[in-house]
């Protein structure tokens, strides 16, 4: 029973990342110092900004935005006892 929701489990994170991974960030060049690209994510899922190295991500604050929480599907998922 425990290894069976733990799969569970782990399928749903595994179809989050996929779902994220396959999301196209709205995303404008702020600034470029010293060989260091700023860049803003727009409103959507995510806002926040992004820093590149060249086309290394060296830093990024990527916090989902209110409406998104509040649509968020993992707010109905089903309980579960052990």
Known sequence: MIAEVARQEDERAKATVRELLDEQLPV?????????????????RFTGQVIRDGERIVYASLPVTKKWLADNKWRTAKAFAI
């Open 28 to 44: 404008t060049c702020d600034d470029t110092t010293a060989g260091l690209t700023v860049e803003t994510v727009q409103p959507g």
